[in-house]
């Protein structure tokens, strides 16, 4: 039990995606009809809108062979509603704005790519199915509301780091924070001993290690150039990396950090894209491996990680690169379930793309779409055989917390799940 530090209120946040149009756009009751610049009018119907949104899934996206979606049905379902959206002559554009964004937020409801993110240039808000799902779940969102580790910070993100954790730490640990290289927030990273303890800890807010490593400020560096050297402490006993509401990041992360720890290859599993058009062409799964830095040994002690259901992609696959090494356990909660690798679509048959082209501007020459699916351009497989994507990867010991644990009567704090962490390393 430590000292409290100031408590704040609990929000529920959502990350806002938008599509800009950069072009005069008119809604009518038939179809779309965009003008550009030197006035020559495109026109695109609703029914060309869902052909070429349900064609451009169809081809790239690369779960088919796990999601349980019957992509023929959604077709089946929603080809006449879309069509009638042109027929209609009695429904506002507003009318028509809301019928379409339901139409697809049903089409994609059950896909179980937890990346996934579809824009309309109508809305500033997108659908995204894996949150849908996560706030239908009032477990979830108790613990989204009302953990203690998801206190805001002053510049409104969440971290475990700045007001709970960084308390269990001696006096010596490092805190790097960097404004400069991000939109979303702060860059937060805290190293260090656990109090009256060998156990080094390690906690991050977002996967932006290598670039905040080369370019952040020089805080984070020291931070991190601490944590590494701390690796080859002869007095360690045991380690714990915590990417607790960490929403991933940049993938070369993975090899920066994992790769400290490993003196050979680490293989964690599978991947696969598409190897043509046909819903089910995939290209066969190859090896996913983690990749030793150089300069660096082997941690042979006990490694604790923890993540939980805010922890996605880059977090969770940190996660499974740390399980897959020996001494290894896992503390915290299911992860979110978004673990398939993103890349440019022009990079693989899958993966983000847009629909739905309004027209091309002549004086520019750049092109509108009605429409933007940020979807995984590759599917991953664990080393255990299973695809945990829209599942969440499980841990060794499901630890819950609320706010009445950690924020205690006599003015002190405590986390559970960091508790059971340090309870399964030698001190």
């Not at 008119?26 to 009018?41: E, F, M, R, W, Y």
């Not at 790097?176 to 805290?190: C, E, M, Q, R």
């Not at 490993?262 to 599993?269: C, E």
């Not at 066969?284 to 259901?309: C, E, K, L, N």
Request: proline fraction near 4%.
């Amino acid at each position: 039990m430590l000292p409290i530090i100031n408590k704040r209120s609990i929000k529920l946040y959502s990350t806002i995606i938008t599509l800009s149009i950069g072009i005069v756009l008119t809604s009518c009751h038939k179809d779309i009809t965009t003008t550009n610049q030197l006035g020559t009018a495109y026109t695109i119907s609703y029914t060309q809108i869902f052909e070429d949104f349900w064609n451009s899934m169809n081809k790239t996206y690369v779960f088919w062979g796990d999601d349980p979606t019957n992509w023929d049905e959604m077709h089946n379902i929603y080809a006449p509603k879309f069509a009638a959206l042109d027929k209609d002559s009695t429904l506002t554009s507003d009318s028509i704005n809301s019928l379409s964004n339901s139409y697809f937020k049903g089409m994609v409801d059950g896909l179980i790519d937890s990346h996934y993110f579809l824009s309309l240039y109508y809305t500033l808000y997108g659908v995204s199915p894996s949150q849908d799902r996560k706030l239908k779940n009032p477990a979830f969102v108790e613990n989204l509301m009302q953990t203690a580790p998801y206190t805001p910070s002053v510049d409104g993100k969440f971290y475990y780091t700045a007001y709970i954790d960084s308390l269990y730490l001696d006096d010596n640990k490092m805190v790097g924070i960097d404004t400069s290289l991000t939109v979303t927030g702060n860059f937060y990273a805290v190293a260090g001993y656990v109090r009256n303890t060998r156990i080094l800890y390690l906690s991050f807010n977002e996967f932006q290690l290598v670039t905040q490593y080369q370019y952040g400020d020089s805080s984070v560096r020291a931070t991190l150039d601490y944590f590494f050297k701390q690796l080859s402490n002869p007095a360690l006993t045991g380690l714990i990396i915590d990417v607790r509401g960490n929403g991933g990041g940049s993938t070369q992360d993975l090899n920066f950090l994992i790769g400290s720890l490993i003196s050979s290859p680490l293989h964690i599993g599978y991947t696969r894209s598409k190897s043509g058009s046909g819903r089910l062409d995939y290209t066969p799964w190859a090896d996913a491996i983690v990749t030793p830095r150089p300069g660096f040994s082997a941690f042979t002690r006990p490694i604790v990680a923890m993540a939980d259901g805010e922890s996605a992609s880059m977090a969770e696959l940190t996660a499974m690169s740390l399980r897959a090494m020996p001494k290894t356990t896992f503390v915290g909660d299911t992860t979110w379930g978004a673990n398939g690798p993103l890349t440019q679509n022009v990079d693989y048959n899958a993966g983000t793309f847009n629909f739905g082209n309004i027209g091309t501007a002549i004086s520019t020459g750049t092109t509108y779409y009605f429409g933007n699916a940020y979807t995984s351009s590759c599917e991953f497989k664990y080393i255990d055989g299973t695809v945990y994507e829209g599942k969440g990867f499980p841990p060794n010991f499901d630890v819950k917390v609320s706010l009445n644990q950690v924020f205690l009567s006599n003015n002190t704090v405590d986390d559970p799940q960091l508790d059971k962490a340090i309870s399964l390393l030698p001190k």
